[in-house]
């Protein structure tokens, strides 16, 4: 049995794509939209509130300074509606899975993000 590797990541289905392409990732790479929803919150008083109003959970990032939160479905919708109608406070980040053939693959993709 081979065990495969799979992540998410902050970045649109697109750009995951196109990312690959650039790497030369194998054919049997698999890409999929998640139902996760994640919001980069404009500021410290944004990320707050998020992570009260939504039960989200900071996204781990190398620099403290950046406000990235995930919420998982059905909150995900929600999380959705909320930022179309509250603009100022942050901006949506789309979501998208990952499952690579191999570490190094998933390695590869890592780096070049």
């Not at 992540?7 to 698999?30: K, M, N, Y």
């Not at 990032?61 to 603009?87: Q, Y």
Request: proline content about 5%.
């Amino acid at each position: 049995m081979h065990v495969r590797n799979s992540a998410i990541f902050p970045i649109s289905f697109g750009h995951a794509l196109d990312l690959a392409e650039t790497i030369g990732l194998p054919g049997a790479t698999v890409f999929e939209p998640c139902g996760f929803a994640a919001f980069l919150c404009a500021s410290a008083k944004d990320a707050v509130y998020f992570a009260l109003r939504f039960d989200g959970e900071q996204w781990r990032a190398a620099t403290p300074d950046i406000f990235l939160f995930e919420a998982t479905s059905p909150i995900a919708d929600e999380v959705r509606v909320w930022a179309e109608e509250n603009p100022r406070s942050g901006q949506l980040v789309e979501m998208v899975a990952v499952e690579f053939c191999s570490a190094s693959d998933q390695q590869r993709f890592e780096a070049a993000l």
